[in-house]
């Protein structure tokens, strides 16, 4: 079972940047390899959005509302996924999440086994 840390949360204005990490322990380098890995959100009052995934080749997903400003990333070795956020707008305040699962076809989908705790994110117009 794996368990996952998020942090690099915090408080910028709009057009800033932030970069999110996700620590995984409790899973072997070889297990986590395995692992489909996603970036979620939720808004205070709005359900669990789905952001960005990646997959075992490093292919990626984006929901529409990020692609072109947001870059998912995952470093094996390290057992680390990574969120690089550019342009920030206001609409992206939201704890930001990280999911593990060996279910390929969940893509965006908020089913995923494995949650971290969240860390904020807050962008000021």
């Known amino acids: 079972q794996v368990q996952l840390v998020e942090s690099g949360g915090g408080s910028v204005q709009a057009g800033g940047s932030l970069r999110l990490s996700c620590a995984a322990s409790?899973?072997?380098?070889?297990?986590?390899?395995?692992?489909?890995m996603a970036w979620f959100r939720q808004a205070p009052g709005k359900g669990r959005e789905g952001v960005a995934t990646i997959e075992l080749d490093d292919s990626t997903s984006y929901a529409d509302s990020v692609k072109g400003r947001f870059t998912i990333s995952r470093d094996n070795a390290k057992k680390t996924l990574f969120l690089q956020m550019n342009s920030l707008k206001p609409e992206d305040t939201a704890m930001y999440y990280c999911?593990?699962?060996?279910?390929?076809?969940?893509?965006?989908?908020?089913?995923?086994?494995?949650w971290g705790q969240g860390t904020q994110v807050t962008v000021s117009s």
């Open positions: 409790g899973a072997s380098e070889y297990t986590y390899n395995n692992y489909y």
């Open positions: 999911a593990a699962d060996t279910r390929w076809w969940l893509r965006l989908l908020p089913n995923y086994n494995y």
